[in-house]
């Protein structure tokens, strides 16, 4: 084990990386924006097709073929970018969503490949793999990307790689249990799940039925299972509030909040939920008992799409127009969660849970005065929109 949680290079030296110059004095940085009032968006997908010979790798067939050619063309990328340099593209077009939004940052998340529950990579199955150096690399580059890092629990280097990413800097780990063949209640990983509870590091864990990506054990969709990494201590944010997907999935909304009176670090992001498919459950979010543990995410690039939000009254068709316009895709999910209530403090919530090292935490507020983080080129608070 480490002697110490701190990322090994420190905000002095990242300074001097970017900039080629000694970074300003300390006092300069402490009259900085107070961390807690960053805006976060904290369930970003990083993408990525290994072009440029990061280890990574994107397969799509079917139907998760054509649904990345129709995200390709909803947000504006040029259509061959697929079979192109397609993190560069990417990671070039989100900075540019993130600086153009109210959001001060966004954690940025990589996506571990399917393995055995003894450990066994399976390269055969799943349709993605961005390994936690692009995600961590990205936030050393762009105090606007925090890391979200991806280790399956199984793995024999497992607690090395944990290691080495919270000396990196990482602020939370991701997983789809049933994309990812994660049991979060295997006894095995009880030492890993410690682990990430000494660093504080959050779990951000996928719950709920998924269509984009493949499923490889249904069962592993319940909110349930992360009993486990609770009792350890660990934080553990459910993605999507353990709502379905498609019709057919099972509904795990109540057994989620009923788990939250039991366990005060469980909270749940609101992430895909301006959806035509998970947007039921996004009002019940508001009530006094859930809303306080409610982190907001977006889950990008996964479209936002308000129009069954409209169809359902939860928005007025003023509302729905205006938000629905707006070009920026995570300017967007927020705009049509704040006309729907959710107030400003959902999407800094974030700021308490996440592991914010301190160089990473003095660093972000470095770039902040130098007009990195705020005000952006775009929104100040966004849009009103009632
Ligand atoms: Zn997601």
């Not at 393995?115 to 055969?124: A, I, L, N, S, T």
């Not at 992360?226 to 350890?232: A, K, S, V």
């Not at 543990?293 to 509302?319: C, E, Q």
Request: include cysteine.
């Amino acid at each position: 084990m480490r002697s110490t949680d701190s990322p090994a290079v420190g905000a002095a030296a990242l300074w001097r990386r970017v900039h080629g110059t000694p970074r300003h004095s300390e006092a300069a940085t402490t009259r900085l924006r107070d961390m807690r009032s960053l805006r976060i968006d904290m369930h970003v997908h990083m993408v990525g097709n290994g072009f440029a010979g990061s280890g990574g790798w994107l397969r799509l067939n079917g139907w998760h073929h054509w649904l990345a050619r129709f995200m390709v063309r909803q947000l504006g990328f040029p259509p061959d970018v697929i079979h192109g340099d397609l993190e560069r593209v990417y990671a070039r077009h989100l900075l540019e969503f993130v600086r153009a939004s109210s959001f001060d940052a966004i954690v940025l998340l990589a996506h571990e490949r399917v393995h055995d529950p003894d450990g066994k990579p399976r390269e055969d199955l799943g349709s993605m793999y961005v390994p936690n150096d692009v995600v961590l690399d990205l936030a050393d580059a762009h105090p606007e990307f925090l890391a979200g890092v991806s280790i399956h629990p199984a793995r024999a280097d497992a607690l090395d790689e944990l290691d080495r990413c919270l000396d990196r800097g990482a602020v939370l780990m991701k997983c789809l249990p049933n994309c990812q063949n994660i049991d979060p209640s295997d006894r095995r990983y009880r030492r890993f799940w410690e682990r990430m509870a000494e660093a504080g590091l959050p779990l951000l864990a996928h719950t709920g039925g998924e269509h984009t990506v493949p499923i490889v054990n249904a069962r592993l969709a319940d909110p349930k299972l992360l009993r486990l990494p609770l009792e350890c201590g660990v934080t553990v944010i459910a993605a999507h509030c353990a709502t379905k997907s498609g019709p057919l999935d099972p509904d795990y909304f109540d057994d989620w909040a009923a788990m939250l009176a039991e366990f005060p670090k469980l909270y749940g992001d609101i992430s895909a939920m301006v959806s035509l498919n998970r947007c039921a459950h996004l009002r019940d979010c508001l009530r006094p008992e859930i809303e306080p543990r409610i982190v907001h995410g977006s889950d990008f690039p996964v479209p936002v799409l308000g129009h069954r939000m409209w169809l359902d009254g939860l928005v007025s068709w003023s509302s729905f127009r205006q938000a629905q316009r707006i070009p920026n895709p995570l300017e967007r999910d927020w705009q049509f969660k704040k006309a729907l209530g959710f107030s400003g403090e959902v999407r800094t919530r974030a700021t308490g849970l996440l592991r914010l090292a301190d160089g990473k935490r003095r660093y972000s507020e470095a770039g902040a005065a130098h007009g990195y983080v705020v005000p952006r080129l775009g929104y100040a608070e966004g849009p009103h929109i009632r």
